[in-house]
């Protein structure tokens, strides 16, 4: 769990004073190589004053205090082995005392280790406050085997809706092969589905927002839910699927298996009329 290229720039993107009081799901150490603290501190000039703290130190916890402005960092994880401030199994409900403390959780590379992540997830919306924000940043495609789950940008839409008191405000798709560019992911409208295939790792930048307190969450696959509401024949619901990766259609691959040894083009090819899929550049 740590802080890279990608994900430094996506909490760049959102940065101001909000971050505040910040709570990471386990110490967030720093993956950037010299290379990228040198690309980082062009990009972003205050990094100037810190870059050499970078490459020596090995928690984030300070650059969120002297490049985002939290004001305090405070860190929780299942064991204290790397001196996390609060002990405790995001299996179990956290303490109810800790609950709404924290305006800003970042979950960079946490949740998807956790056995009972629908658990997981309640404790992270109850730690933030009302007007607060957490990012998630899990994996996606091709991490088998990294944890116990892979998570699609579905979930995030679902869980975080307003019934349950959250609005999503940003949602991207990244690759660790390619460092130009990522794939904003916005929400389907009723009935529709995306579908995501890549043959590099790849995982979910999320950033969600909560406006108020609900005791009882409620989360179904919202294109189930447009079925279950207004029943029509299945075949009339629109699909997107989104390959990162070829130009050809996806059915074709099994007789192309030779692309899966060595991908030409990866994660660069998007399929231009989707609708729900753009790309961007931090």
């Known amino acids: 769990m740590g802080i890279d290229f990608h994900v430094f720039n996506f909490l760049a993107s959102t940065k101001n004073q909000e971050f505040k009081k910040t709570l ?14 040198s690309i980082l501190a062009k990009k972003h000039k205050a ?55 924290f305006d800003t959780i970042i ?40 944890g116990f789950w892979q998570i699609s940008p579905e979930l995030f839409f679902s869980l975080y809706s307003a019934k349950n008191g959250f ?14 560019k990522v794939f904003k992911i916005l929400r389907p409208k009723a009935g529709h589905r995306i579908t995501l295939y890549s043959t590099s790792p790849c995982y979910i930048l999320v950033k969600a927002r909560k406006i108020n307190d609900v005791n009882i969450l409620s ?5 189930y839910e447009h079925i279950w509401e207004n029943p029509i024949p299945q075949q009339n619901l629109k699909g997107f699927t989104v390959d990162f990766n070829f130009k050809i259609p996806i059915k074709k691959i099994k007789r192309n298996i030779k692309l899966f040894v060595n991908p030409k083009n990866n994660f660069e090819i998007l399929n231009a009329k989707n609708e729900y899929v753009k790309v961007v550049r931090f």
């Open 107 to 146: 979950d960079s590379g946490s949740l998807e280790h956790i056995f009972d992540i629908k658990k997981a997830f309640e404790n992270c919306m109850n730690l933030c406050k009302v007007g607060g924000q957490i990012f998630h940043i899990s994996p996606a495609d091709n991490f088998s085997g990294h």
């Open 167 to 180: 609005q999503i405000e940003e949602i991207y798709i990244a690759s660790l092969s390619n460092k130009s």
């Open 24 to 37: 990471t799901i386990g110490r967030q150490s720093i993956h950037l190589s010299s290379k990228d603290i």
């Open 47 to 101: 990094l100037w004053n810190i870059r050499d703290n970078l490459i020596v130190e090995e928690f984030i916890d300070f650059v969120l205090v002297k490049h985002f402005g939290a004001t305090s960092v405070k860190s929780l994880d299942y064991s204290d082995y790397e001196k996390a401030s609060i002990t405790h199994d995001l299996n179990q409900p956290v303490d109810k005392s800790l609950h709404g403390k």
């Open 219 to 223: 989360v179904q696959q919202s294109d």
